[in-house]
């Protein structure tokens, strides 16, 4: 066997966040900054792995960061701790059932920003997941379903982390997306719009603790729900629809009520945006105002926004931005803006003189394999 490429995306959640794992809706968007990885085989039964990541602002410059990894599948497999990532896609692979019988030293790297919020870890998953079965020849390498199925198992399931699928399922399939999670089936709506105007991605420069983010945003909204089964509600739409249920919500904690009733909106946001993306009379305006409405739900609701990305937004809009909010979990890490093309530069020149990096991203395919030249 030569060697083998492939490549999966990160992704913009447009709207959704902290929906997925509730058994709502996710409207997200594959965008051009990629996990690589590239597998040549060995003579023996380990997996030698390589990671290194790039500054996503910096593409054509140095690898700043390389990891190691290293996993013998001859043996019972071992995690060293809660997300020990590698070591968990080959035992949730051979638990499906798929063949490993070869040891391969694989390359990767990545374009994604690390830790900041832009699925970096989901996307390495999905990449080498991808590439092992291309490597296996196995029929599910070209599915991209089932990939991030598998992945959301090696992420969330193997550890009973808190996330949710919208990562893995916005890397696998690619493009814009609308994912409904309802039941724990996963629908998939492709949408077949080329949003009009540009989205900009910036790095407030803030590390942050997904986990403990998921948490403080999840844990409330849970524990509310539970407490109002005896009334008969099981679900944030149970008082989207039925308004007289609001009532209960006196019945909660404070940050159990907050939490739910940002929930609630940013469920109706979500449709708002999705009539939008499919009406032939798309408005740049309307989608703006609609960003911006969830981005206030996750800082005053969820509390998920800090200082920085506060001020990027701020500085963005006195420039032309037409909304903004944090991507991903929150707590740090990056956000974007969605502008006209014309505003585009003023936008990122404002933000970067502030010391925030900047990146305009385009909407991208999902998991493919790369031509080796």
């Known amino acids: 066997m030569g060697k083998i490429k492939v490549s999966t995306p990160s992704r913009l959640c447009i709207f959704g966040e902290h929906q997925d794992y509730l058994g709502l809706e996710v409207i997200a968007q594959a965008i051009d900054l990629r996990f690589y990885a590239e597998a040549e085989e060995r003579n023996d039964k380990n997996l030698n792995i390589k990671i290194g990541s790039k500054y996503f602002n910096e593409l054509d410059g140095d690898i700043y960061r390389w990891v190691n990894h290293k996993v013998d599948f001859s043996s019972k497999i071992i995690y060293e701790n809660n997300r020990d990532y590698i070591k968990s896609i080959v035992n949730v692979l051979l638990k499906e059932g798929y063949r490993l019988d070869k040891g391969y030293d694989i390359t990767m790297v990545s374009e994604i920003p690390i830790g900041k919020g832009m699925c970096s870890s989901s996307t390495m998953i999905i990449a080498l997941i991808k590439l092992l079965l291309e490597v296996i020849n196995s029929e599910d390498k070209n599915n991209p379903e089932r990939v991030a199925y598998l992945g959301f198992l090696a992420e969330v399931v193997e550890f009973n982390e808190p996330g949710g699928m919208m990562d893995h399922y916005a890397s696998a ?14 629908k998939v709506d492709r949408l077949n719009i080329r949003i009009p105007g540009k989205f900009i991605l910036f790095d407030s420069l803030v590390e942050k603790d997904t986990t403990k983010v998921l948490s403080t945003a999840k ?58 993306l499919i009406d032939n009379k798309f408005c740049e305006e309307q989608l703006g105002e609609l960003i911006k409405r969830h981005h206030k739900n996750l800082r005053d609701g969820l509390k998920i926004s800090t200082p920085e990305i506060e001020e990027i937004l701020e500085i963005a809009y006195n420039n032309g931005a037409l909304g903004g909010k944090v991507n991903g979990s929150g707590g740090g890490g990056c956000c974007y803006v969605y502008a006209k093309d014309e505003d585009c530069n003023d936008i990122l020149e404002a933000v970067n003189k502030l010391g925030y990096p900047g990146r305009i991203v385009q909407c991208s395919e999902g998991m493919r394999k790369e031509e080796i030249f």
């Open 173 to 186: 399939i690619g493009g814009l997306v609308n994912l409904n999670f309802n039941n724990k089936d996963t």
């Open 219 to 276: 844990i409330p909204v849970i524990n509310g729900l539970k407490k109002l089964k005896n009334k008969g509600i099981k679900t944030i739409k149970d008082f989207v629809y039925n308004q007289d249920n609001l009532k209960y919500l006196d019945d909660l904690e404070n940050d159990e009520k907050r939490n739910i009733l940002a929930n609630i909106d940013n469920y109706k946001i979500l449709q708002q945006g999705k009539k939008l």
